[in-house]
């Protein structure tokens, strides 16, 4: 497999070690990925942007449909180029008219500095969670997710994530359902490396990496 592009975060090794130790199930999964570790999208708003025009639809589809928005507003998209394109030209991308308005919203926040992207790197977690769902169409399993993938913060458990309950029910539970309560005791051996539990739980059902 090859590995990701960008460098590993500091903490992973680390967490790796702790989590080997404390967690059974981590045991036997971790050695199984040797090569790969988080990687990172580096621009916020096309971090963002993606994930908005992703939001429940198949990756297949949402790669497509990044693809056609690039097209409209470059590969290297910015606010300035998605007000430009304006609602109906990004309707043209096949964006639906929701989409299409969280986009705008997304833009205008970025370009009038009502998101700070340059403090973000200083601000607890909870603080940039709360500033990026003031944006409409960002709610706080996308915030997390830009936690994870662009700021690469280290103890993000992502408890509305079907994928992460998924392998805690697979893993921990024999497959049962598990509740939000269930899965945050769970977690309470990874902490303060739930990012890197969770990562790894993802690959034991989708052995490539995300890139978000």
Known sequence: MKPPEGPKPDYWDSAVAQLTKRDRILRK?????PEIHLSTRTDPFQTLARA????????????AAWARFQEICGRRATAAS????????LRSAGLSQRK?????DLATHFQEKRVHPRQWSEMDDEAVIAELT???????????????FNLR??????LDDPGLLKAISLHYFSGEPVSRFEAR????????????????????????????
């Open 29 to 33: 999964i971790i050695p199984q990925y």
């Open 52 to 63: 908005i025009i992703g939001q429940q639809i198949s990756a297949k589809a949402g790669d």
């Open 82 to 89: 998605v007000t430009a394109a304006g609602l109906d030209t």
């Open 100 to 104: 299409a308005d969280y986009l705008l």
């Open 134 to 148: 003031a944006i409409r169409g960002i709610g706080r399993w996308t915030a997390e997710m830009f936690l994870i």
């Open 153 to 158: 913060r280290p103890d993000i458990l992502p």
């Open 185 to 212: 005791e769970v977690a309470q051996a990874w902490k303060p490396w739930c990012t890197v539990a969770t990562w790894y739980l993802w690959r034991s059902l989708d052995p490539v990496p995300v890139e978000n």
